[in-house]
């Protein structure tokens, strides 16, 4: 019996003779069926380290293993033991749904009868039975994406990666989804998901890694992660275009800024003060809304990489 | 749900047969809108250019009908192999489409493999009807000797290979894209295939001494007809370093992670 861990250890990736960095230091470990989030604002380095890891991208240091093998000096053997949802669109203008699905899980080696069951078993749980003999040229971005996702995991490798897997998807198939992506975790796959969807992915992903700027900024379970907010609350203020950061009351721990949004974090025992202080500017016009709501993950991802998530809406309603 | 998940790294032959096959059909599928469209292209091509060639060299000997007669088939052989897979892997990165078939878990040479039989499929049909076109215009009779398995062979496969070879070890799509075309200009107009050698300057005709396509003019000649051509193998022996040294870059290039 193989111990199916995936270890990273040391990753590093520069481009322009070492002069840049698209990823940098980068450790971890993805134990058999965990769930693992990457998370991470734009050009973080979080598609350059599954690239990496499939063998596309070659890690100017530090190396990568799963379980026995060397994925670094081994990509043969990377590419027949990861499957690999690439963030870009799937090359299926011409397949049909269900002959890319067959087609991709007889290359990834699987056996025909199999394939067949498993194949109808997520084509059902996705519900995207009535695109099963569409070319994939006819289908929306999401149908494509979901098909995508199958065609990888139907024959699923010891690691399934999945670069934002949900994009495109509606709400009420990213739940179907994340419920198949689930289900990998419990038949002992290991999956390494990237994702800027950070209230999903709290709901989840066993453990996470926040990556900014090429490091692992932080890592943990989204719990963990949120230690540092516990018994505290966000207040959000939407701030009048145009208008300077006004002053910050002493009750205010901690904020960001992002274009007009103002995201700051008070204690949750001064909340009374917090909603005074949020109707004084918005009656003094420099706010034109605000709300206050629990913290959750996404804090903590704001507090660790100074944006705000994919998902925020632009602006949070009162 | 229930489902098998991959434990061992596939090794050897059976693995390699296997992952031709699927890559076969994964490159036909992958075609399929625009196979039958490139077949008809080349089939218009191929005899168009028997045809016009025929009108415009009204009354010839018959030797120089059989020089004209053979030219389109070998341009078709020829050209296919070197622009389609530059064209259609260029289109892959400029889609961004190239990652996910590079991770697809086949041993490279048995894609390559595949591409060379894909550019089989599009290439013959035409290259068959262009012969069977200028035979009957310039009443032609063709002396085909069992070379030309290996001749049409090589030829394919060492201009598939160079084709893949621009195809994979050029980074940017643009340029790929404009190699091939001038790979079309410089066979179809600046090759000694449709015309001899001694009609070029003298400086073009020896640089032809070492390309490759000039020589897979030559054996396919050689294998078509009778006392054509001379000094067959010595063309033999040029395009096949030219597979070798194709075939040498296309496993660097595909090897190679950026
Ligand atoms: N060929 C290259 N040359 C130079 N820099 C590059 C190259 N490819 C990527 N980069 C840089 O590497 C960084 C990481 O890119 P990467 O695609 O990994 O980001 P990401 O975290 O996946 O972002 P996104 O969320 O937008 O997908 C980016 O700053 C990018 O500009
Ligand atoms: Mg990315």
């Known amino acids: 019996m193989n111990d199916w861990t995936f270890r990273a250890s040391g990753v590093t990736k520069t481009y322009d003779g070492g002069k840049t960095y698209a990823n940098r230091d980068i450790s971890l470990r993805v134990e058999p069926g965990e769930v693992f989030g990457l998370l991470g604002p734009n050009g973080a380095g979080k598609s350059t380290l599954v690239k990496q890891i499939i063998g596309l991208l070659k890690p100017t240091a530090g190396s990568l293993h799963l379980g026995p093998h060397d994925l670094v000096a081994d990509p043969d053997a990377a590419r027949q033991l990861c499957s690999y949802l690439p963030q870009a669109p799937m090359p299926i203008e011409s397949f049909k749904v269900h002959e890319a699905i067959r087609l991709t899980g007889e290359i990834r080696g699987g056996d025909r009868r199999q394939i067949e069951r498993r194949a109808g078993e997520l084509i059902e749980a996705l519900q995207i039975e009535e695109w099963r003999d569409t070319l994939g040229a006819r289908l929306s971005g999401g149908v494509r994406r979901l098909v995508g996702f199958v065609m990888v995991t139907v024959v699923p490798g010891r690691l399934v990666i999945l670069d934002e897997p949900t994009n495109d998807v509606d709400p009420l198939r990213r739940r179907l989804l994340w419920d198949q992506i689930r289900q990998l975790g419990e038949m002992g796959v290991g999956v390494i998901l990237v994702t800027h969807n950070v209230l999903e992915a709290e709901k989840s992903v066993d453990r996470l890694a926040v990556i900014s700027d090429g490091r692992v900024v932080a890592e943990g379970t989204p719990s963990s992660l949120k230690v540092a907010d516990r018994g505290r609350l966000r207040l959000q203020l939407m701030l009048t275009p145009g208008v300077a950061t006004p002053e910050l009351p002493s009750l205010v721990l901690d904020h960001t800024r992002v274009g007009n949004n103002l995201v700051s974090v008070i204690p949750e025992e001064k909340a009374g003060e917090g909603i005074a202080w949020a109707q004084q500017l918005m009656s003094q016009g420099i706010a034109e809304e605000y709300a206050l709501a629990a913290t959750t993950l996404e804090d903590a991802y704001i507090r660790l990489t100074g944006e705000l998530p994919a998902d925020e809406p632009e602006g949070a309603a009162a | 749900m229930t489902a098998a998940t991959t434990t061992y790294v596939r090794r050897g032959a059976g693995h390699w047969l296997a992952g031709l096959k699927a890559m076969l059909r994964w490159h036909l599928t992958s075609l399929r809108l625009v196979l ?223």
């Open chain 2, 36 to 258: 039958p469209v490139m077949v008809a292209v080349q089939l218009l091509t191929a005899s168009g250019l028997s045809i016009g060639m025929s009108l415009f060299y009204a009354d010839v000997d018959a030797r120089t009908g059989l020089f004209l007669g053979t030219g389109a088939a070998i341009v078709t052989l020829v050209l296919v192999g070197l622009v389609v897979a530059p064209q259609l892997v260029a289109g892959e990165k400029e889609a961004g489409t190239y990652d996910f078939t590079a991770s697809l878990p086949v041993p490279r040479s048995a894609s390559v493999v595949g591409w060379v039989a894909v550019s089989a499929i599009i290439s013959l049909p035409a290259a068959v009807i262009a012969l069977a076109i200028s035979g009957w215009r310039f009443d032609l009779t063709f002396d085909v000797s069992w070379a030309v398995a290996p001749a049409v062979g090589l030829v394919v496969v060492c201009g598939t290979l160079i084709g893949y070879a621009v195809a994979h070890g050029i980074e940017r799509p643009t340029v790929t894209q404009l190699l091939s075309q001038v790979f079309a200009f410089l066979v179809i107009g600046f090759t000694p295939i449709t015309y001899p050698p001694e009609n070029l300057p003298g400086w073009l005709a020896s640089v032809h001494e070492v390309l490759p396509f000039y020589h897979m003019g030559v054996i396919l000649r050689g294998a078509l007809t009778q006392g054509l051509v001379t000094d067959v193998s010595g063309s033999y022996l040029v395009v096949a370093a030219w597979t070798v040294l194709a075939g040498v870059v296309t496993a660097i290039a595909m090897g190679r992670r950026r």
